[in-house]
């Protein structure tokens, strides 16, 4: 896992709303099927792209973050919550663990899918991120 990825599930797990959700039910790329069968809701995270700017030492990033549920209003719930907690950032995400000096968080497209083989809602999210690492 990268120090981005790290850092933003820090945060999901250090936010009460989206921790209430999900608890640690967060996910590179898929939800496991045996988690898919037991549980309800759930949030995947996949990286889109990183871009490393040498001449002033910051990496910019997208990241898809994936609010997945078996309720339409608790995916669009936990979508407003990672919103609210990421978009604009600045500062250190992941409790400065991960990643210092944040300067933009922002997301840059939303999509919302239902799946029927496993009857759950997605909103999927592109958050763009320039930072630097610890």
Known sequence: ????QSAIVQE????????????DRI???????TQLE???????YSPI???????????I???????????LGDAESMHLALF????????ELGSGSFVRDTKFAYAANKRQV????TETYSIQADFVLKYQEE
């Open 61 to 71: 990033s997208t990241v898809q973050i994936n609010c997945i549920s078996k309720s």
């Open 1 to 4: 896992m990268s120090a981005i």
């Open 38 to 44: 037991a549980n309800d809701n759930f949030i995947t």
């Open 12 to 23: 999901i797990k250090d936010d009460p709303t989206l921790a209430g959700f999900v608890g």
């Open 114 to 117: 239902f799946d029927e083989k």
């Open 84 to 91: 609210n907690v990421l978009q604009r950032f600045k500062g």
């Open 27 to 33: 996910f590179p790329d898929i939800v496991p099927d």
């Open 49 to 59: 792209a990183e871009r490393y700017v040498q001449d002033v030492a910051v990496i």
